[in-house]
């Protein structure tokens, strides 16, 4: 898409006046453009900013959906690895409010959005046309307290006693890595800067490993979303006690009260006991959020809510009743309740899900090499493979080992409502 820099640095300051705003709504509107089109675009505005505008407009949408904010300029590989605008905010509330946060590798500024709403930012990113589409998200946005800085991560140009929220770049090269040590900047210029700052933050990817100072020093989150792991976060000095592991679920529902709700859990890693070992499930089975599970608190929460592991911390977890504990939200793990448990059976199970009138079936596997889509065509005819019909049941259908190698049980189930907030 790009010709220079020069040229795309110039196609990026038209699309952030007045005039290439408004071509960008223009051409929005007329998605997708046939190729006449095209080519009329780039005979009157060249190629460069041709192609920056049609790019622009057609990310326009998602930018919004993820960041909240209209009028953004992104590209796609910066909207994908920007923050969402709920983790963002919910991230931001753990700075203090009004401190001075220097956003390191701020790309496109998901983060920077969120934190210049709490107090002053200075976001800084090496490069150019990342810094010009940074400033202009920032301006769009409102934001009267933020300056960006186009510059290499200097240890010594952070302000003493400031906070840092850091995003080092995973792809420094052709392939991603999730060794902080290979990224950029790596681990050892992360940590000359956590030496000058007061506290922050460091963005990661939900499997990486950190420096052995960093799980000492730090407390480590992992946050989800929509039933995915979406990051983990190092936590320096942000009232949470150093060593201590916590699994966040941020939401996005639909009305008011559901959207950015977060719900999170902490305990000590190292002191979590072991989760006690059930034969076979009973009458209610739990899957736990993958943040939970990310942060290797599976035990610690399990001992937490009375409940007892099928197959290891890896498994499903189940009880003979449904919790009823405070200490841990129910958007943090899924129940179902058990209408039928036993041996793995195809031919069996075809027979029950007919007899219980399946609607919609979800298939949910642990520990089993089993793809739940193919299974789902052997179990369901195939008028019934197309989800929810009227009158029928939406039933979950639960496969797992009781051991590493032991014997393979299913269990049908409903699934319990769903807490509003996930």
């Known amino acids: 898409m790009m010709n220079d820099q020069h040229s795309d640095l110039q196609a990026v300051t038209w699309l952030s006046s007045a005039a290439g705003r408004r071509e960008a709504e223009r051409v929005r509107g007329e998605l997708p453009l046939s190729p006449a089109q095209l080519q009329r675009l780039r005979n009157r505005l060249g190629r460069t900013a041709s192609e920056w505008l049609v790019a622009t407009a057609a ?12 009028g953004l300029l992104v590209t796609d590989r910066g909207l994908q690895q920007s923050t969402d605008r709920h983790i963002a905010d ?3 509330s753990r700075f203090p409010a009004g401190a001075a946060v220097w956003d390191l590798c701020c790309g496109i500024g998901g983060d920077a959005l969120a934190l210049a709403r709490r107090g002053p930012l200075i976001a800084v990113d090496r490069d150019p046309l990342i810094c010009r ?11 009267t307290s933020a300056a960006v800085v186009c510059q290499a991560v200097d240890p010594q140009g952070i302000s003493a006693g400031s906070w840092i929220h850091v995003d080092p770049d995973r792809r420094p090269g052709e392939r991603r890595v999730a060794d902080p040590h290979r990224s950029e900047p ?16 460091i963005k990661l990817a939900p499997a990486a490993d950190v420096p052995e100072r960093w799980s000492r020093e730090g407390a480590r989150e992992w ?6 792991c979406r990051q983990q976060v190092v936590w320096f000095a942000a009232e949470l006690p150093a060593g201590t592991r916590v699994a966040t679920v941020v939401g996005r529902g639909s009305s008011v009260e559901d959207i950015g709700a977060a719900h999170t859990f902490t305990a000590s890693h190292r002191s979590a006991p072991a989760v006690a070992a059930a034969e076979g499930p009973r009458n209610w089975l ?10 290797g608190l599976t035990e610690a ?12 911390p890896a498994g499903f977890l189940t009880a003979e009743d449904r919790p009823n504990s405070d200490a841990v939200s129910p958007a943090l793990y899924q129940s179902f309740q058990v209408l039928w448990e036993g041996p793995m059976d195809e031919k069996k199970l075809r027979r029950l899900l007919a007899d219980f009138g399946v609607g919609s079936l979800e298939i949910k596997v ?3 090499e089993l793809a739940p889509e193919t299974l789902r065509k052997r179990l369901l005819p195939k008028a019934r493979r197309g989800g929810e019909r009227s009158g029928e049941r939406n039933l979950t259908l639960l496969i797992g080992r009781v051991e590493n190698r032991g014997r393979v049980y299913a269990a049908v189930a409903e699934r319990c409502t769903r807490v509003k907030h996930v």
């Not at 946050?223 to 995915?228: E, H, L, P, R």
């Open 286 to 295: 739990f899957d736990f959020d993958p943040a939970v599970r990310a942060a």
């Open 186 to 201: 790596p681990a050892s210029t992360i940590e000359a800067v956590l030496d000058r700052a007061a506290g922050g933050a």
């Open 366 to 368: 642990r520990g089993v």
């Open 59 to 70: 990310l326009r949408k998602a930018a919004h959906e993820k960041l909240g904010i209209d």
């Open 133 to 143: 589409l940074a400033a202009h998200n920032l301006t769009v946005s409102g934001s």
């Open 301 to 312: 929460m399990a001992e937490q809510l009375g409940l007892a592991a099928l197959g290891g």
């Open 223 to 228: 946050i989800s979303q929509g039933g995915s």
């Open 90 to 92: 919910y991230k931001a």
